[in-house]
């Protein structure tokens, strides 16, 4: 059974799951970020955490990747294929950079490598659960036609004849980056400072773009509203 600590605040504290199956590190990271403003529920391995996810949504999941049975990254692809878009950042002793893009692809959000500071989780989880917020209403963010789908990017829903299309929390915030300022060209750089996710690196923007695309392209090996602009980046240019 899944542990749980809940803190003392008036405010409402964002809730972050920890899945782990060492209990040492369970332990440091619920005390930590209990005392640091969170909620947080822990899980010795995905079974404990499908469970818990039955009765609780958390706004973000820290997931170890070597866990046995199930592992980090197959219960990654598992909640992102049922829909789930919160936060998901991956721990591993494995920090090589294919080993991040491998986590990435799976569908994860971030990526880091053990032995960490608990403080850089702490910064990291916090600028994803920023970037997961809907952006304040302004006059510049109006809907974006893009074929027959449609992008509200206040309210961060992609729409499209038979109803709303899923998008990660990662898939939204870059349609909303592009959507801002449509047909300009925004480079690799550009976006991850955007996305905080300049940490990961800017290899890790291809791989959203890639997964962006499968959303919004009628076929994603021709795309024709993402598109790629040879040395610089990409560029939205909407239309019908």
């Known amino acids: ?27 440091l990271l619920q005390r930590y970020l209990f005392e640091h403003g969170f909620r947080v529920s822990v899980a010795a391995n995905a079974t404990e955490a499908r469970h818990t996810l039955e009765g609780i949504q958390p706004d973000a999941l820290v ?11 197959e219960l990654t692809r598992a909640l992102r294929e ?8 991956l721990l591993t002793a494995r ?7 491998t986590g990435l692809e799976a569908g994860a959000d971030d990526y880091l490598g053990k032995p960490f500071e608990p403080r850089e989780l702490l910064l990291r989880l916090k600028a994803h659960l920023r970037r997961h917020q809907p ?21 961060l829903l992609l729409s499209g004849p038979e109803g709303n299309i899923h998008l ?11 959507a801002r300022k449509p047909n300009e060209t925004f480079t690799r750089e550009d976006i991850a400072k955007a996305l905080d996710m300049t940490e990961i690196g800017e290899r890790a923007v291809d791989v959203q773009v890639t997964r962006l695309r499968r959303c919004i392209e009628p076929d994603p090996r021709e795309p024709r509203f993402l598109h790629t602009v040879r040395g610089r980046g990409y560029v939205l240019k909407p239309g019908l």
């Open 82 to 89: 049922s829909g789930q878009d919160l936060p998901i950042l």
């Open 135 to 155: 952006p304040p209403p302004t006059d510049n963010l109006r809907i974006v036609r893009l074929g027959d789908k449609e992008f509200d990017p206040v309210r």
């Open 95 to 101: 920090g090589e950079p294919e080993d991040r893009i």
């Open 1 to 27: 059974m899944s542990e749980h600590v809940t803190g003392t605040e008036a405010e409402v504290a964002s809730h972050v799951m920890v899945v782990d199956d060492d209990p040492r590190l369970r332990r």
């Open 168 to 178: 990660t929390g990662g898939e939204a915030a870059l349609l909303c980056v592009l």
């Open 63 to 73: 997931l170890d990747v070597t866990m046995p049975g199930e592992n980090g990254l």
